[in-house]
């Protein structure tokens, strides 16, 4: 309690001091008001890399650990949160990269802005979000795919997730998301609704031990408003990490890349039923009836990335794992986890 009010959380936080206050708010017996207005002090200002990484430490430590990882996993976990209303693309890019066999140990949770988030579209299509650890550890060698659905991972949260709707704004958590998977892969694409927080997630991704290469990047769509995701509307920065070390700015045109102006709000899904179809769009391949040209270059874009890092290959070579992916897509790929009455070889885009 002491701590909680003899330091102003709109100030940086030392490290320890971020660390306990974070031990604090997971502590049942903290009282629900003291946590909901520190939550919303915090929210003031962009927090630093190292009250990251030490928020991010403090809940680690209190999660369920996952089992050991194949070499060059990858996550594509992002911070949600720019209001777009796209497709999951994240999610589907993480699917066509474990059909082209890049380990993916995606962590994720169900919408708390977006209309779908990645547990709601993967349950949606036959995912058992309750599967236990050995048998994900099990579906990362024969479908080089698992999803870590985050409440089974990081259970002490729970308490904080009436505080935050109570709330009704982003907090820190919003952030911590793709910081806290329970694997800690070694390579990650990681993306943020905000430009100004590119530096501190960076920082924070350099400073876990686990970590060999990300992406940390920032699109703008056709109106400037931010994407967590790369952007075929727009230009992308990406702030790519490095064995510990952040790497200086370098920002991505879609011309350069081959990819054409999409039309106007071509990404945008509705509702979850939207989401759901062009997804199976996606996977049904260009002759499927809701595969969307535009929602295809954005997924190739995301999983060229993915490519890059899995390769262990920067940004120089993008233009060419985009077109691999983009050829992909257009092919249509099976789902890379076996789903309730489908058959081993049957493509999810063309099941009932």
Do not use: W
Not at 227 to 239: C, W
């Amino acid at each position: 309690m002491t701590l909680l009010t003899t330091h102003n959380p709109i100030r940086p936080l030392p490290e320890a001091t971020a660390s306990e206050l974070m031990r604090i708010f997971i502590d049942q017996d903290t009282d629900a008001l003291l946590v909901g207005a520190c939550l919303a002090l915090l929210a003031q200002r962009v927090p630093e890399a190292h009250e990251l990484a030490a928020f991010a430490g403090a809940l680690s430590e209190v999660a369920v650990p996952f089992p050991a990882l194949p070499e060059g996993a990858l996550d594509t976990c992002g911070t949600g949160g720019d209001g777009a209303s796209t497709a999951n693309l994240s999610t589907l890019a993480a699917l066509l990269l474990a059909h082209l066999g890049v380990p993916i140990v995606k962590h994720g949770n169900r919408a708390a802005t977006s209309v779908c988030g990645s547990a709601d579209l993967l349950e949606a299509l036959g995912y058992d979000l309750a599967r236990a650890s050995a048998d994900l550890s099990q579906d990362l060698q024969a479908h080089s795919f698992a999803f870590l659905f985050a409440p089974a991972y990081h259970p002490l949260l729970g308490r904080l997730r009436e505080i935050r709707r109570r709330l009704g704004i982003p907090t820190i958590f919003n952030l911590l998301g793709p910081l806290l998977n329970p694997a800690n892969p070694p390579l990650q694409l990681l993306g943020v609704a905000r430009e100004e927080l590119l530096a501190p997630m960076a920082g924070a991704l350099a400073q876990r031990p686990t970590l060999r290469r990300a992406f940390v990047i920032h699109g703008k769509d056709a109106e400037g408003k931010g994407l967590d995701e790369a952007s075929i509307e727009g230009p992308t920065t990406v702030q790519s990490v490095v064995d510990g070390r952040v790497q200086a700015l370098q920002v991505l045109v879609p011309r350069e890349l081959g990819i054409g102006q999409p039309p106007r709000h071509a990404l945008r899904v509705a509702d979850r039923a939207e989401a759901l179809a062009v997804a199976r769009g996606i996977f049904g391949g260009a002759g499927h009836a809701d595969f969307r040209p535009a929602v295809a270059d954005a997924v190739a874009l995301q999983a060229g990335l993915g490519l890059q890092l899995h390769r262990n290959q920067g940004l120089e070579g993008l233009p060419r794992a985009y077109q691999e992916t983009r050829a992909a897509l257009d092919r249509g790929f099976a789902l890379p986890f076996p789903t309730p009455g489908a058959t081993p070889d049957s493509a999810a885009g063309v099941q009932p």
